[in-house]
């Protein structure tokens, strides 16, 4: 699979990851928010938590699921990106937030969505 391809799968899982949270009343912040430090793919409002959405999509399992390509250096990545995003806002210390995963993921011959909330923690 050339990168074109991987580029317009993971655009169209994080198109996909968005459109299920908002339909569970989450409000888009910003979506591919970048920093020297990384990139958030989604940044949605869930009531008063700001939540940091982590979008994973495999076509394949051959080398482990979605869930697992997301090691300790991508978890402090994010963390890292995530505090620089609440520091501009001026929000670090007055809102709660947390760390979700929307992995999507063929199971049984067909591609499924699965949302882990609280998914990490900013404890490394």
């Given amino acids: 699979m050339d990168s074109f391809n991987r580029k317009e799968i993971g655009q169209q899982a994080e198109r996909q990851a968005c459109e ?4 569970q009343g989450f ?17 949605m409002q869930d009531q008063n938590d700001i939540v940091f959405v982590e979008v994973r999509s495999r076509s394949r399992t051959d080398f482990g699921n979605a869930f ?5 250096n991508k978890r402090k990545k994010l963390i890292k990106t995530a505090t620089l995003f609440l520091q501009k806002k001026k929000w670090l210390y ?16 067909s591609m499924k969505l699965e949302w882990i909330r609280n998914a990490f923690t900013a404890d490394y």
């Fill in 94 to 109: 007055k809102v709660h937030s947390r760390f979700d995963v929307i992995a999507i993921h063929p199971v049984d011959g």
């Fill in 27 to 43: 409000l888009l912040l910003a979506q591919n928010y970048r920093c020297y430090c990384g990139e958030i793919d989604l940044i």
């Fill in 20 to 23: 299920f949270l908002q339909s």
């Fill in 68 to 72: 697992d390509s997301i090691n300790k």
